[in-house]
């Protein structure tokens, strides 16, 4: 393992300064050689696999600041955030595992409070129409009565189908709903001060 340099030192705000390519690179290698082994263990646990996906994340964001134009700005950045999608999961997996789901509902419940305490956006309720395939769509209920629990599927020519969501799920689908909420009051305040303004 290499010994990674920084100037940073600690306990001290760095003064501000533009984004430097090299020392990213350093870290991005760094964080390879110190988090890629644990994610190469047989059943490697979930903070293990989010610390791996973070430095993939980390050599991609790299990628981002070159600036060679013959390179795929498109495909550096979904890989980017492919892969920091994945850490946000695998640390969802390791909440799911050491924390009560009592605890994780509470916290949810909290957050739900505080925007409506606050005035911002809360989904109630979401109906989304899924295309599976050729000719064949879905219907996709979820709704705050059970909390997200549960996700109702309708199908033409098939039973309504309720499906229970695993605690990952919940709280992946908690995480989707907030920023839903988030968009949709940022566009309502918006239209507020232009309304306020013409």
């Known amino acids: 393992m290499t010994t990674y340099q920084t100037t940073a030192v600690p306990g001290q705000l760095q ?17 390879s050689e110190v988090l890629s082994p644990a994610g190469r263990m047989q059943d490697a646990p979930p903070l293990a696999e989010a610390g791996v996906h973070l ?3 980390l050599s991609a964001f790299t990628a981002l600041l ?13 890989w980017a955030l492919t892969h920091l ?3 946000a999961n695998h640390v969802r997996e390791h909440l799911v595992a050491s924390v009560p789901g009592e605890e994780r509902e509470a916290r949810h419940q909290g957050m739900v409070d505080s925007c409506r305490e606050e005035g911002l956006a809360v989904v109630a309720s979401l109906t989304a129409e899924l295309v599976l395939g050729p000719g064949r769509r879905i219907t996709v209920r979820l709704t705050d009565g059970d909390a997200y629990q549960s996700v109702r599927i ?3 020519g098939q039973p309504v189908r309720t499906w229970r969501l695993s605690g990952r799920d919940r709280l992946e689908l908690h995480h989707g709903m907030h920023e839903i909420g988030r968009i949709v009051w940022r566009m309502l305040r918006a239209e507020a001060s232009a309304a306020r303004h013409a």
């Not at 070159?66 to 979904?78: G, H, I, S, Y």
């Open 15 to 31: 003064p501000a300064a533009p984004l430097d390519p090299a020392a990213l690179r350093a870290l991005a290698r760094h964080a």
């Open 55 to 57: 430095s993939i994340a």
């Open 66 to 78: 070159a600036p060679n134009p013959d390179t795929n700005r498109l495909a550096d950045a979904e």
């Open 85 to 87: 999608h994945r850490t």
């Open 154 to 156: 309708e199908e033409e």
